[in-house]
């Protein structure tokens, strides 16, 4: 069966360290993969997502997710983390043909000044 | 372009009362869904729609019901409000049904029930 783990539920990182956020996935094929943010009171956001080809995809706001078939992941990081940074952030599986569309259970970020 | 509005913002109600949460998109979007958010558990699909006059249920379909009627509209209705359904709840849109499209959120409607 479909499923995403998020293993983390919260983060605190100081402003201006790397960040990574992690996510597992379970999917028979080839998933199509995206990662959220959602900012407190707000809707969701697309970060980014990788459907095919370079396993390294770049988002909005300065992320980055790899891609890693072997590990079933789909990590989310950014260098260097700003104090809008945070918020909660959600990774997502999709199956093509499908309105099958799986969300983590999510993990929050806290930056410190 | 407002994107995917929802109505209202926040609402309480008593146990037993009906209410419909409204959801708009004006991206003429073809699939439209409605999650509810609730702690640790992320994002559960309710019921979905890849076009108007089609709906169909999703992970957690019971004591909601939803219409589409339209391309732009796909409201969300509670006939009998449990405590239970206190929750934030996510009307989203994309062009596709196919699990690779990007889906555009709403801000959200946050519902207590007592």
């Known amino acids: 069966a479909q499923s995403v783990t998020q293993p983390d539920i919260h983060i605190t990182v100081s402003e201006g360290a790397s960040l990574e956020l992690r996510c597992n996935y379970s999917?028979?094929?080839?998933?199509?993969l995206f990662w959220y943010v959602q900012s407190p009171g707000q809707g969701l956001q697309l970060l980014l997502k990788?459907?095919?080809?370079?396993?390294l995809v770049q988002g909005i706001k300065g992320f980055e997710a790899e891609f890693k078939r072997s590990q079933s992941s789909f990590n989310l990081r950014k260098p260097s983390v700003h104090w809008s940074d945070a918020a909660e952030y959600f990774c997502a599986v999709g199956a093509s043909g499908t309105y099958k569309y799986i969300f983590g259970t999510g993990t929050r970020l806290k930056v410190l000044a | 372009n407002a994107g995917v509005t929802q109505t209202p913002k926040f609402q309480v109600l008593k146990t037993g009362q009906s209410m419909t949460l409204q959801c708009a998109q004006d991206m003429n979007h073809e699939y439209m869904s409605w999650y509810r958010q609730d702690p640790g558990m992320g994002l559960r699909l309710i019921h979905y729609?890849?076009?108007?006059?089609?709906?169909d249920q999703g992970e957690v379909p019971n004591g909601y019901n939803v219409s589409r009627s339209t391309t732009e509209d796909f409201p969300l209705r509670l006939l009998s409000a449990a405590p239970s359904q206190t929750s934030v709840y996510f009307c989203?849109?994309?062009?596709?049904?196919?699990?690779?499209?990007?889906?555009?959120f709403g801000p959200g409607t946050r519902l207590t029930v007592l």
């Open positions: 989203a849109s994309s062009y596709s049904q196919r699990g690779g499209s990007e889906q555009f």
């Open positions: 990788y459907f095919s080809g370079d396993t």
């Open positions: 999917y028979g094929a080839t998933p199509y």
């Open positions: 729609s890849v076009g108007a006059g089609i709906t």
